[in-house]
């Protein structure tokens, strides 16, 4: 996370973002604040940044147009996304359907950045390999796990490790990115209710009477916490991304509920009550959801990996598609590497001298690059394992889209330097 892009005008706001990343990592991030929305274009689509913070609501910036030409073509666009909001100019969940077709890590209300800025920095540098890795590094890591420990004092950045998840899983081809929103919506209610009833033990009756005499629930969370007892617990999310399975375990320290009642109560409500939303919502986008006869831990299992195509990038939607049947020879080695290919989907298998030396999926998102490149031959062979698609990109249409893209350049750059340093370190660690 050494590269960041503000897109506001706000010259208060952009202040206490400044203080608040120098504060943090002084001397290690560059930021940059470009002035208009043109500008702005050109940096996300030029120097790719790892995050990006839009002021969502800012008065002379047309952020939804922003919104509308990175969801126009996302093949370029890999970075989280903050963004920030006035909610007197617009509600959260108006926001929240009008971008959810972006990267959208968490948002936060303007009033509230100095306060939750910083801690929103730090878990998102904590774990950048979730979103940072993308395309570029899914091939290296083929299993992924870890934990977040989130202390009831966390509530209000809860979105963030909910995001996070969310992103990775959407990234790794788990679910599409049209789910994403709803998924991070299930997982944020599941912790929710970890801090709420199981940490703090608010019964849904203590809820309802605080909200009602204008408490919010950070009031009553903290009022709880001036226990030490309470203060003292935390919700665990455990996380394991494998070729199998995801699974997300949600862990809290509280005395657990009878689980079978509640569950059965579930049947009799709608998706629009809040009560239960949480559980509701992870019962839907999940494919397994399983408490323990505690009640303070919940499973959330997902067996189907989407292993549908992927977006063509927008400069290359109107190349030849190639249709592949399991046991196709895609490319063979001694011939010309005239083309390249765009993967969408497919796995294929890589032969040198008739040993199979590796394997291609949609996360290597080309296919023959080195040879094409620098106008040699094959030096390998590759067979497809599957039925699949790609699109075949001949020399003298590759040269036109750079041309029309010249980002795709910088993003392609980026790539092959990426794969070279997987390489080398690949050759010396072995």
């Known amino acids: 996370m050494n590269y960041i892009v503000i897109i506001s005008t706000d010259e208060k706001l952009n202040m206490t973002i400044a203080k608040t990343v120098n504060d943090l990592f002084p001397g290690e991030v560059i930021l940059q604040f470009p002035p208009s929305e043109k500008e702005a274009l050109e940096l996300l689509e030029f120097e790719l940044p790892e995050l990006v913070i839009i002021n969502l609501t800012d008065a002379f910036i047309d952020t939804e147009a922003i919104s509308k030409r990175i969801m126009a073509d996302d093949w370029l666009h890999n970075f989280g996304i903050i963004g920030i909001y006035d909610e007197k100019r617009r509600k959260e969940n108006e926001l929240l359907e009008i971008f959810r077709g972006i990267n959208l890590l968490t948002l936060l209300e303007i009033n509230k950045v100095q306060y939750l800025l910083g801690r929103t920095f730090k878990i998102i540098y904590e774990n950048r390999q979730l979103i940072f890795s993308g395309w570029l590094t899914e091939k290296l890591i083929n ?92 919700v665990r999310l455990d996380w394991d991304f494998s ?65 549908g195509e992927k977006a063509v990038p927008l400069g290359f939607s109107t ?27 497919g796995h294929y298998t ?3 001298n008739n040993q199979a030396v590796g394997s291609i999926t949609p996360s290597d998102i080309f296919m023959g690059e080195m040879a094409f490149l620098l106008s040699n031959t094959r030096t390998a062979t590759v067979v497809a394992d599957r039925d699949g698609k790609l699109i075949k990109i001949p020399r003298e249409s590759f040269i036109s889209v750079i041309k029309a893209y010249p980002q795709y350049s910088m993003f392609i750059s980026k790539l092959l330097a990426r794969k070279l340093v997987q390489a080398n370190e690949s050759s010396t660690s072995s």
């Not at 788990?174 to 709420?196: P, S, T, V, Y």
């Not at 249709?323 to 063979?332: H, L, N, P, Q």
Request: charged share 25%.
């Open 319 to 345: 190349e030849e598609v190639v249709s592949v049947k399991k046991g196709d020879v895609v490319v063979k080695a001694g011939e010309v590497a005239d083309c390249l290919y765009y993967i969408t989907s």
């Open 243 to 307: 070729e199998q399975e995801v699974r997300l375990v949600i862990t809290d320290s509280g005395d657990g509920f009878d689980v079978a009642s509640f569950v059965a109560s579930l049947k009799d409500r709608n998706n629009t009550e809040l009560h239960g939303r949480g559980i509701m919502l992870a019962q839907s986008i999940g494919d397994k959801l399983v408490f323990n006869k505690k009640g303070n831990r919940v499973s959330l299992v997902f067996f189907e990996k989407n292993l």
């Open 350 to 352: 890589v032969y040198h």
């Open 143 to 234: 299993r992924v796990s870890g934990s977040f420990t989130i202390r009831n004092s966390d509530f209000m950045v809860v979105p963030v490790y909910a995001g996070l998840i969310a992103m990775c899983m959407v990234r790794r081809g788990w679910r599409e990115k049209e789910e994403h929103r709803n998924l991070q919506l299930a997982l944020n209610e599941l912790i929710i209710n970890g801090i709420e009833h199981g940490n703090c033990g608010i019964s849904y009756e203590e809820k309802n009477k605080a909200l009602m005499e204008g408490l919010s629930m950070a009031d009553l969370i903290a009022f709880k916490n001036e226990d030490p007892e309470v203060s003292r617990k935390a």
